[in-house]
């Protein structure tokens, strides 16, 4: 059964930053790329950032890319969402896709207040 399961959201300060974590299970976890998307209140859900097998990115969206970092560690079925420099336009509920059934985790809420 495939699984991804999602951590590490919270309440951060503007300028704060946060690590998420995508646990993935039930599948060959390193043959799949991996994407993040976020659903902020009120908009459609949008592709954050992506990673290949090979742990190259792509699909960058325009506004985080110089404060966002996507990662991989195939060893451990593990992607991680690494966020600086937040801003309350960042607030969400950022999930991960992935997977031969390009499956959804339940979202980790992330929010950007003073």
């Known amino acids: 059964q495939v699984r991804l399961v999602e951590s590490g959201g919270g309440l951060v300060q503007p300028g704060g930053s946060l690590k998420l974590s995508c646990a993935a299970s039930?599948?060959?976890?390193?043959?799949?790329?991996m994407r993040w998307y976020r659903q902020a209140p009120g908009k459609e859900r949008e592709l954050v950032a992506g990673?290949?097998?090979?742990?190259?990115?792509?699909s960058w969206t325009d506004s985080v890319r110089d404060r966002y970092t996507i990662s991989r560690d195939n060893g451990k079925n593990m992607v991680y969402l690494e966020m600086s420099s937040l801003k309350s336009e960042d607030t969400g509920v950022y999930l991960c896709n992935g997977g031969p059934l390009d499956s959804w985790g339940q979202g980790t809420q992330v929010t950007v207040a003073p």
């Open positions: 990673i290949n097998r090979f742990g190259e990115t792509f």
């Open positions: 039930g599948f060959t976890f390193s043959n799949f790329p």
